[in-house]
């Protein structure tokens, strides 16, 4: 009797760990993806973003999941990684979401608005402040999902052959400019150009521009600018904290098992903190270089400021009276960067004015 019992629960089991195994199987199952980078391979900070995000999600999913990064112009060119998304051209997609405001403007929100937010305050506004949710229902209607993963930090203006003085200076200038700072720009005279990275420089070395902006000293200074530009502008007021985002096609995205989907979100979020953290290294070892070379460091002048700030608050107040999707999203924006300006004028910007007026760390004399 007890050898009928042993026998009967024994088989009992066989056939439990029968059933488990193709479930367990089917909980994580192999996944290949390809992901197309809006950015050159030289560039191993953002390009780099793509490749932690894959490297990470491997990780966490035992290599179960993979995804091959491509730079732009391997697939698809840089500025078209949205809609080879959308179109199922490849699973996801490494990029910038300004580059799409042609289609609609509200797609800056999810990156950076001229004269917005820092690094900080973007995260903030994106994690907690109601950005996610807002972005997550413009993303939708577009079939796609976007996530945070990466930041670049306040941005540099930019290099010129001659020197910005004054408003006037902008006129009929050919900049090379992303996002929605070109439609800014334009109401002063600049003729905006929106260019992939890696077409940047033989375009302002054979003259079809007359000036570029990318992202900052250590980009910059790779892909060469200062070979064929001698002026560099700081800030880029257009990009106070720009997020990078992984874009996936949103029935893919939701196909994905819940771990799958929670190896990507903790991917990106480690890749918007190693970014940021690479350009903050990087960044200011490549502008002493590029001074120590014969860059021209220069502010812009604070009238060309106020004039491009001037022009920004127009454009948002006509786009936001033609566009109930930016409305919306800019509505709620306006106020979050109100009131976290008031926060960081009391704590962040007291500190940084004094210690960066301050001498260095030396016991006086």
Same mark, same amino acid.
């Given at each position: 009797?007890?050898?009928?019992?042993?026998?009967?629960?024994?088989?009992?089991?066989?056939?439990?760990?029968?059933?488990?195994?193709?479930?367990?199987a089917?909980?994580?199952?192999?996944?290949?993806?390809?992901?197309?980078?809006?950015f050159?391979?030289?560039?191993?900070?953002i390009?780099?973003g793509?490749?932690?995000?894959?490297?990470?999600?491997? $990780?966490?999913?035992? *290599?179960k999941?993979?995804?091959?990064?491509?730079? !732009? /112009?391997? @697939?698809?060119?840089? =500025?078209? &990684?949205?809609?080879?998304v959308?179109?199922?051209?490849?699973?996801c997609?490494?990029?910038?979401?300004?580059?799409?405001?042609?289609?609609?403007p509200?797609?800056?929100?999810?990156?950076?608005?001229?004269?917005?937010?820092?690094?900080?305050?973007?995260?903030?506004?994106?994690?907690?402040?109601?950005?996610?949710e807002?972005m997550?229902?413009f993303?939708?209607?577009?079939?796609?999902v976007?996530?945070?993963a990466?930041?670049?930090?306040?941005?540099?203006?930019?290099?010129?052959?001659?020197?910005?003085?004054?408003? $006037?200076?902008?006129? *009929?200038?050919?900049?090379r400019?992303?996002?929605? !700072? /070109?439609? @800014?720009?334009?109401? =002063?005279? &600049?003729?905006?150009?929106?260019?992939?990275?890696?077409?940047?420089?033989?375009?302002?070395?054979?003259?079809?521009?007359?000036?570029?902006?990318?992202?900052?000293?250590?980009?910059?200074?790779?892909?060469?600018?200062?070979?064929?530009?001698?002026?560099?502008?700081?800030?880029?007021?257009?990009?106070?904290?720009?997020?990078?985002?992984?874009?996936?096609?949103?029935?893919k995205?939701?196909?994905?098992?819940?771990?799958?989907k929670?190896?990507?979100?903790?991917?990106?979020?480690?890749?918007?903190l190693?970014m940021?953290?690479k350009?903050?290294v990087q960044?200011?070892?490549?502008?002493?270089?590029?001074?120590?070379?014969?860059?021209? =460091?220069?502010?812009?002048?604070?009238?060309?400021?106020?004039?491009?700030?001037?022009?920004?608050?127009?454009?948002?107040?006509?786009?936001?009276?033609?566009?109930?999707?930016?409305?919306?999203?800019?509505?709620?924006?306006?106020?979050?960067r109100?009131?976290?300006?008031?926060?960081?004028?009391?704590?962040?910007?007291?500190?940084?004015?004094?210690?960066?007026?301050?001498?260095?760390?030396?016991?006086?004399?």
């Open positions: 009797m007890k050898r009928r019992a042993f026998l009967t629960s024994a088989g009992v089991g066989v056939a439990a760990s029968t059933l488990a195994a193709p479930a367990i089917q909980s994580a199952p192999e996944i290949k993806w390809r992901c197309a980078s809006s050159p391979k030289s560039l191993d900070t390009y780099g793509a490749e932690f995000v894959a490297k990470r999600v491997a $990780e966490l999913t035992d *290599g999941f993979q995804i091959r990064v491509f730079a !732009a /112009g391997e @697939i698809v060119p840089a =500025l078209q &990684v949205l809609d080879a959308k179109d199922n051209t490849i699973e997609g490494h990029t910038v979401s300004y580059y799409y405001v042609g289609k609609d509200t797609f800056a929100f999810d990156a950076a608005m001229p004269f917005g937010l820092n690094a900080r305050q973007q995260n903030a506004w994106m994690s907690h402040g109601g950005g996610k807002l997550a229902e993303f939708a209607g577009h079939n796609l976007s996530i945070g990466g930041n670049t930090g306040t941005q540099m203006g930019g290099w010129f052959r001659k020197e910005i003085k004054t408003v $006037e200076d902008l006129k *009929g200038l050919k900049f400019i992303g996002g929605y !700072a /070109g439609t @800014i720009m334009a109401k =002063l005279g &600049v003729v905006p150009q929106q260019i992939g990275g890696g077409d940047i420089y033989p375009a302002l070395e054979k003259g079809t521009i007359d000036g570029a902006e990318f992202v900052g000293p250590y980009d910059d200074e790779k892909l060469g600018f200062q070979k064929v530009a001698k002026y560099y502008y700081y800030p880029g007021w257009w990009e106070g904290g720009p997020q990078v985002s992984m874009l996936f096609g949103k029935e995205f939701e196909s994905l098992p819940p771990t799958y929670a190896a990507l979100q903790a991917a990106c979020a480690d890749a918007t190693d940021l953290g350009y903050d960044n200011m070892t490549a502008l002493k270089r590029l001074v120590a070379s014969g860059t021209q =460091l220069r502010p812009f002048p604070n009238e060309v400021m106020q004039a491009c700030y001037q022009a920004a608050i127009e454009v948002y107040e006509d786009e936001a009276a033609k566009n109930e999707k930016f409305r919306k999203i800019y509505d709620a924006w306006k106020k979050f109100e009131e976290e300006y008031l926060w960081f004028r009391v704590a962040e910007y007291s500190f940084d004015r004094f210690v960066y007026a301050a001498p260095p760390l030396e016991k006086k004399k």
